[in-house]
């Protein structure tokens, strides 16, 4: 509940929703906040009502009204019967028989004794949330068409409704003429063709962005088989299909080199002769943008601030034509949206490009040469191509964990015995590698590479291995991890739903032995010292399930602070006969335990 104290003021009875004299009101500025009550002078003076000021309360003076936020308008509140003495102003969730989708209750009275509490309620008034309301009726199906293709150079399409049109491959076109471009360096360039012709164009303004439209029907689902003849079937559910040609080829586009001219500009040449010089821009100021949680942000760009507010939403736009292509196994395609038909040709492939190879650099940037003597430095940003550290030698963070080849915790040990791949580069491989503890059958059965050291208790600060991560609150992400022996896991889960309704966030754990081998499953939040959760069952499989509800204000609505987490997996070696693997599977968004809480809010 949030308590809003007023000020004192003279004892003037007044038929209206709090008193306050007109010589007291003009020492105040417009925006005099007393606990909670804002005062504005007009209706016009009023701010934005969006959720960063949901169940505030402002007092308008020159209507001696109070007026309360509900996220989105703001209601006129009847709080007659106060006198000139101190008050305060409550506001409540209201109740769910008041109102069944949420709402708030707002009440006043006076506080004589000034304890900040309501000696008696004298106004209230309830503010519900509206209901949604009921989903629209479908639309009438469109009429279904098939597609035949009896005679050969031939298609016939043929409607429901009695309609039928046969099309005829058309010949081949003559090959167009050849243009180059120039960039005139003014805003403006001009496209030069073989035949003579020429013309001038100048870059344009972008145009306004359009509303979004709602989603369109659901297309028909198709399949393409390839008939291994330079041909392909595309077949559809409505029982359509068509046959397409592979295209011939084009000829060889125009060969360019990038030349830097040391001085902030690069010059481009090509094989026709055309060239054009362009200058690197100057770099733009860095810029911060700021929450401000009231439906406003900051942005500062150097020493320049402004303040921007959220925009409300579009109206929906109108759904699009359907459209439909059709191959006339002619080199064209005709394309068809609603009544309109355009013919599309395919176009000529270009010539090979030239031949690069990537070095990187170790710092952060990556070096691309190309045998025409060209090359560039480009910054190297992270993304992940493989579940673990593929190279230790290659200065690339190929899993995205934040460490490179030998700093990662995967090139640290021989994390598997039989892949004949150095996994910690350190130049053994597989057995050859101490980590291994290799044996020698029958003595051991090997068949997983032999590794007779699986109680190897790593320590959970530094031999951690990053897993991923998960959504917490939405949909059903999996990882999965294949190891043997005993093992630390790191695992991110994150928030994902921002609704105004408290959302838990959880994650089940799953680890799947082999028949002869006994480990355990302990999981927890944070830190390596809260692992609280235990899975110690002798068969084969263990299961933890970690939960946990978003931290919320006092009216129970989520506080807008960032309820992911990273968790971590330990593991435990109990005994085994034969040398095997087991599988670790993580499944976020499984709150299969509503009364389960195994972490603190957050």
């Given amino acids: ?48 009502c969006s959720n960063g000021k949901y169940a505030l309360v402002f007092y308008v003076s020159s209507t001696d009204e109070f007026y309360f936020c509900d996220g989105r308008d703001y209601l006129l509140l009847d709080l007659s019967g106060l006198d000139g003495v101190s008050w305060v102003v409550e506001t409540t969730p209201a109740l769910p028989e008041d109102c069944p989708a949420g709402g708030a209750k707002v009440s006043a009275g006076p506080d004589a004794d000034r304890d900040g509490l309501i000696d008696a309620v004298t ?46 491959d058309g010949q081949d076109g003559a090959d167009g003429s050849a243009c180059t471009v120039e960039d005139n360096a003014d805003g403006s360039k001009t496209i030069s063709c073989e035949d003579g012709t020429s013309v001038i164009v100048s870059d344009g303004t972008d145009g306004v962005p359009g509303s979004d439209g709602q989603d369109g029907a659901n297309g028909t689902s198709c399949t393409v088989a390839d008939n291994g003849d330079g041909t392909k079937t595309i077949s559809c559910e409505d029982g359509t299909s068509a046959t397409v040609g592979d295209g011939q080829d084009g000829a060889n586009g125009t060969s360019c080199t990038v030349a830097d001219n040391g001085d902030g500009t690069k010059t481009i040449s090509c094989e026709d002769g055309t060239s054009v010089t362009v200058r690197d821009g100057q ?35 109108q759904d699009g034509a359907s459209c439909t292509v059709q191959d006339n196994l002619d080199g064209t395609y005709a394309l068809t949206c609603g009544a309109e038909t355009v013919i599309v040709n395919d176009g000529q492939d270009g010539t090979d490009g030239a031949s690069c190879s990537i070095a990187h650099n170790c710092d952060g940037t990556a070096t691309i040469s190309c045998d025409d003597g060209t090359s560039v430095t ?66 051991v059965d090997c068949e997983f590479g032999g590794c007779t050291n699986l109680d190897t208790d790593p320590v959970c600060s530094d031999d951690v291995i990053y897993l991923g991560f998960v959504d917490g609150d939405t949909g059903a992400d999996q990882l999965t991890r294949r190891l043997y022996g005993e093992a630390f896991f790191r695992l991110d889960v994150r928030e994902d739903e921002s609704s105004l ?50 931290e919320t204000n006092i009216l129970g609505l989520p506080s807008g602070s960032d309820s992911g987490r990273f968790i971590l997996i330990e593991v435990v070696y109990v005994s085994a006969e034969v040398c095997s693997n087991w599988t670790l599977r993580v499944t976020g968004n499984t709150d299969t335990e509503p009364d389960l809480i195994t972490c603190s809010s957050r």
């Avoid at 190929?398 to 910690?424: K, P, Q, S, V």
């Avoid at 032995?513 to 302990?522: E, I, K, N, T, V």
């Avoid at 939040?525 to 002798?538: I, R």
Wanted: net charge negative; charged share 25%; hydrophobic share 30%.
């Fill in 1 to 48: 509940m949030e308590r809003f104290l007023s000020a004192s003021f003279a004892p003037v009875v007044m038929a209206v929703a709090v008193t306050l004299s007109l010589g007291c009101y003009e020492s105040m500025s417009a925006e005099t906040e007393y606990s909670g009550v804002l005062v504005k002078e007009t209706l016009e003076d009023l701010p934005n």
């Fill in 123 to 168: 106004s209230s008034q309830t503010i519900c949330n509206g209901v949604d309301g009921q989903d629209g009726s479908d639309g009438d199906d469109g009429t279904s068409c098939t597609v035949s293709s009896a005679v050969e150079g031939t298609i016939t399409i043929s409607c429901e409704d009695g309609t039928v049109a046969t099309i005829t």
């Fill in 283 to 317: 770099d733009g100021a860095s810029c911060t943008v700021q929450d401000n949680l009231d439906g406003t942000y900051a942005l500062t760009c150097g020493e320049t601030t402004i303040t921007v507010r959220d925009g409300t939403d579009g109206a929906d736009g």
């Fill in 378 to 443: 480009v910054d190297v940003s992270c993304s992940a191509t493989e579940s673990r550290e593929a190279s230790c030698s290659d200065c690339v963070d190929n899993d995205c964990d934040g460490y490179t080849d030998a700093d990662d915790f995967d090139c640290r040990y021989e994390w598997l015995c039989n892949d004949g791949i150095d996994n910690d580069g350190d130049g053994s491989v597989d057995c050859a590698d101490p980590d291994c503890g290799c044996c020698v059958p029958p003595e």
């Fill in 501 to 550: 309704l408290a959302t838990p966030l959880s994650v089940q754990i799953d680890l799947f032995g082999s028949f002869g081998a006994d480990y355990d499953l302990r999981a927890g939040c944070d830190n390596c010292e809260n692992l609280v959760q235990f899975s110690e069952n002798s068969g084969t499989n263990e299961q933890v399930i970690l939960r946990w509800n978003e």
